[in-house]
T-cell receptor, first 115, second 112 residues
Framework: GAVVSQHPSWVICKSGTSVKIECRSL??????MFWYRQFPKQSLMLMAT?????????EQGVEKDKFLINHASLTLSTLTVTSAHPEDSSFYIC???????????FGDGTRLSIL | RKEVEQDPGPFNVPEGATVAFNCTYS??????FFWYRQDCRKEPKLLMS???SGNEDGRFTAQLNRASQYISLLIRDSKLSDSATYLC?????????????FGSGTRLSIRP
């Protein structure tokens, strides 16, 4: 089945650091990738939709200058959390979507802890 | 009103029981539907797609009712390992881009 790889799986860093998370589709071309955030015991919250070769579409309330998204190829999207603070600590999950109305396939997630 | 709504649960049922979840969606133009399973501190994993004719995979049966705009998941002979959060997902077209909206999830706990 389709495989999505997300890296790193766990990050612990100091407040003020910028953190980059990669999401790769390994065996298919992903025209669209999605970035979600999930706080403990809460549901997945869509942050932004990333389309290859164009600007990401951010959901309401998500700061585009804080969460930089780049989708430079059909197999790679990156999310950079700039100047991260403790309130940014969360579980970040990417997913990739191929062509048409196919299901999304998720990466393993990145657990981000800001001290 | 949320685009996709689920009963958050938790559902606490004995092993061997049959349990059913429903999920309603508001966008009548939605094209495809899915159930995902998410274990604690893990990413969601696709459980099954949901087709208009209904589909079955072992102990799991999914159904779609377009007229009433809901999808359902039935788990028969539940196992302890079925304990998880179940997310419904609806794929719709927004401004020529496909987007999947997730429900908030229904927590299921199977007791021995």
């Amino acid at each position: 089945g389709a495989v999505v790889s997300q890296h790193p799986s766990w990050v612990i860093c100091k407040s003020g650091t910028s953190v980059k998370i990669e999401c790769r589709s390994l065996d298919f071309q992903a025209t669209t990738m999605f970035w979600y955030r999930q706080f403990p015991k809460q549901s997945l919250m869509l942050m932004a939709t990333s389309n290859e070769g164009s600007k990401a579409t951010y959901e309401q309330g998500v700061e585009k200058d804080k969460f930089l998204i780049n989708h430079a190829s059909l197999t790679l999207s990156t999310l950079t959390v700039t100047s991260a603070h403790p309130e940014d600590s969360s579980f970040y999950i990417c997913s990739a979507l191929g062509q048409g109305y196919q299901p999304q396939h998720f990466g393993d997630g990145t657990r981000l802890s800001i001290l | 009103r949320k685009e996709v709504e689920q009963d958050p649960g938790p559902f606490n049922v004995p092993e061997g029981a049959t349990v059913a979840f429903n999920c309603t969606y508001s966008n009548s133009a939605s094209q495809s539907f899915f159930w995902y399973r998410q274990d604690c501190r893990k990413e969601p994993k696709l459980l099954m797609s949901v087709y208009s004719s209904g589909n079955e995979d072992g102990r799991f049966t999914a159904q779609l009712n377009r007229a009433s705009q809901y999808i359902s998941l039935l788990i028969r002979d539940s196992k302890l390992s079925d304990s998880a959060t179940y997310l419904c997902a609806v794929n719709s077209l927004y401004s020529s881009a496909s987007k999947i909206i997730f429900g908030s999830g229904t927590r299921l706990s199977i007791r021995p």
